[in-house]
């Protein structure tokens, strides 16, 4: 199972492997309070593309649009250099999906709980597995 949730919560027992999805750390948290397991930064979206989000000068629509089309870029580059998929963090979340037994929940520091990158996120790789 995929959960999401801002990595400013409270870390809970049902939330398994914690991984942090943005590209830069959150403001005022440490990394000990945060209790994050992995930080796939690799898999964030872009900074040009996170700063149009953010400065409104796109909707969530067009950033949902482009993030995806950075996803889709960053899978197939690396399936086809890296034979093995241990540095692809893609590969790497699939991985838990598919073997199951804990939960994954996806970290990010948005204040906006619907329209972030760990829905599109979560969607591309549920649809992907």
Avoid: C
């Avoid at 241990?86 to 906006?112: M, R």
């Amino acid at each position: 199972m995929i959960n999401i949730r801002r990595v400013y919560e409270e870390p809970s027992d049902e939330d398994g492997i914690r991984i942090l999805i943005d590209r830069l750390w959150p403001r005022g948290i440490s990394k000990e309070k945060a209790k994050i397991n992995f930080w796939f930064k690799d898999i964030a979206p872009s900074n040009d593309l996170r700063k149009l989000y953010h400065t409104a000068a796109i909707d969530f629509n067009e950033f949902k649009k482009r993030y995806l089309i950075e996803l889709s870029g960053y899978k197939y580059s690396h399936n086809a250099t890296n034979e093995d998929e241990s540095d692809n963090s893609l590969a790497q979340i699939s991985a838990f999906v598919k073997n199951g037994g804990k939960n994954i929940t996806l970290l990010y520091g948005l204040k906006d709980e619907i329209n972030n990158n760990a829905t599109v996120l979560k969607d591309f790789i549920l649809k992907a597995s």
